[in-house]
């Protein structure tokens, strides 16, 4: 009563709460002054109050006989009211949760609660029924307030299940769209971190291609003076300056470039590019001339590439990674997948990238030198195969997650 009192002062359902609590005193007040009367206690409140308390005399003939009776139904019915509106709220909530659409789940609740007010109706209408045959006299049956009120109560439970249940689904519906935030905000973070990284790489490879383009190599040749055909024999009478620039520098280093070089009889041996130098003296040959430093800056960076792709955190799994390596293998030329054969086997950390992404999967054969192949005796077969690169890359990968 205290708390439907302060709802009313603040304007809260003041209509509702007024009847309600006019239905309550009234009920308690009858009952209060039945009691003042069979206790004894009117004449002692007329000792000190000058007010007359009398019921009439049909009300407390009707609750000296009904009045215990009145009690126990009153109890009854308000709990079994209860009961049975729990039930019935619960029911309410399985079929609102098999709902799919807020216009199926209203419709369906509203269905409910007009099911759960002609049940409470018809639970009222019994109750006066049992009374009345109970009482064994209609006409003296006289306030059923109570039973009233266990209805109306009733009836305000079941408006706040389903105003609990409305809530819950509100919350569900609110709850779901903070995850589809949240996961749209993860998905717009992996792309700004997947977009930060590859502009990192476009960067580094746009800055490869101009370490290719600065390589520049200058050598004389001889013209005929009939055929204008150039020649590399420097005992002619023209001598021409030539000038080769970029990716033309790898091809001609390899199988054009005049080498000398003297053997165990400090005699000088000319070879005509690194090709024939490896022919002659294997691996041991690459580090005999002074050729390979030229390319040194250039490897540096690549494998400075190869080394940012592998050991990103923005990009997981070797599929990812390799689809990045594909693109920088994409831009190496033949001659320069031949050099990258052979400075790969004096500094492992680069080997190690090249046989796991098959970096070198375009190399022909028939460009390497004499003694030098696509075996097992120089790289692993995944330097070469892209499918075993895979295998091997997933057998490490779930031996790592087991």
Same mark, same amino acid.
């Not at 419709?107 to 209408?125: M, N, P, Y």
């Not at 001598?239 to 000088?268: A, P, S, W």
């Not at 070879?271 to 041991?284: D, E």
């Given at each position: 009563m205290y708390k439907d009192t302060t709802q009313i002062i603040q304007g809260k359902d003041t209509a509702g709460k007024t009847v309600y609590l006019l239905k309550q005193f009234c009920f308690f007040a009858v009952c209060l002054l039945y009691l003042i009367e069979k206790c004894g206690f009117r004449e002692v409140i007329l000792s000190y109050v000058n007010i007359e308390i009398t019921l009439p005399q049909?009300?407390?003939d009707f609750l000296t006989i009904y009045l215990y009776k009145i009690i126990i139904l009153y109890i009854a019915f308000y709990h079994l009211l209860l009961i049975l509106l729990l039930l019935c709220g619960i029911t309410i909530y399985?079929?609102?949760?098999?709902? @799919? @659409?807020?216009?199926?789940?209203?419709?369906?609740?509203?269905?409910?609660?007009?099911?759960?007010?002609?049940?409470?109706?018809?639970?009222?209408?019994? &109750?006066?029924?049992? @009374?009345?045959?109970?009482? /064994?006299?209609?006409?003296e049956f006289g306030d059923s307030?109570?039973?009233?009120?266990? !209805?109306f109560s009733a009836l305000a439970f079941a408006g706040v299940i389903y105003a609990i249940i409305l809530q819950k689904e509100e919350l569900e519906d609110q709850?779901?769209?903070?995850?589809?935030?949240? +996961? +749209?905000?993860?998905?717009?973070?992996?792309?700004?971190?997947?977009?930060?990284?590859?502009? @990192?790489?476009f960067q580094m490879l746009n800055?490869?291609? +101009? !370490? %290719?383009?600065? !390589?520049?190599?200058?050598?004389? #040749?001889?013209?005929?003076?009939?055929?204008? *055909?150039?020649?590399?024999?420097?005992? +002619?009478?023209?001598?021409? /300056?030539?000038? %080769?620039?970029?990716?033309?520098?790898?091809?001609?280093?390899?199988?054009?470039?005049?080498?000398?070089?003297?053997?165990?009889?400090? /005699? #000088?041996? #000319?070879?005509? &590019?690194?090709?024939? *130098?490896?022919?002659?003296?294997?691996?041991? &040959?690459?580090?005999?001339? /002074?050729?390979?430093p030229i390319f040194d800056h250039y490897f540096r960076h690549l494998y400075r590439i190869l080394k940012y792709i592998d050991g990103s955190q923005d990009v997981t799994g070797w599929e990812a990674k390799y689809g990045y390596i594909c693109i920088v293998r994409g831009q190496l030329s033949r001659y320069e997948l031949v050099w990258l054969y052979f400075n790969s086997l004096f500094y492992p950390k680069i080997k190690r990238l090249v046989e796991k992404y098959a970096l070198l999967k375009n190399l022909r054969n028939d460009y390497l030198a004499e003694g030098f192949d696509l075996g097992p005796e120089w790289y692993q077969e995944s330097a070469f195969n892209s499918d075993k690169a895979r295998e091997i890359a997933l057998q490490q990968e779930n031996s790592v997650d087991n």
């Open positions: 049909i009300i407390c399985y079929y609102m949760s098999q709902r @799919t @659409t807020n216009r199926e789940r209203a419709t369906t609740g509203f269905k409910s609660l007009i099911i759960l007010i002609v049940i409470c109706i018809l639970l009222f209408i019994i &109750g006066m029924i049992g @009374t009345w045959i109970w009482a /064994d006299r209609p006409n307030a109570g039973v009233v009120n266990a !209805l709850r779901q769209v903070m995850i589809d935030q949240r +996961e +749209e905000m993860e998905q717009q973070n992996s792309t700004m971190i997947r977009q930060r990284f590859e502009m @990192t790489l800055l490869q291609q +101009e !370490l %290719i383009g600065a !390589l520049k190599h200058q050598y004389a #040749t001889v013209v005929t003076p009939n055929t204008n *055909v150039v020649t590399p024999n420097i005992n +002619e009478e023209r001598h021409v /300056d030539r000038v %080769i620039t970029g990716r033309e520098v790898f091809q001609y280093m390899y199988i054009k470039k005049k080498i000398c070089l003297q053997d165990n009889q400090h /005699d #000088t041996i #000319t070879y005509k &590019g690194m090709k024939a *130098v490896l022919a002659k003296y294997g691996q041991t &040959g690459y580090n005999m001339s /002074d050729i390979p």
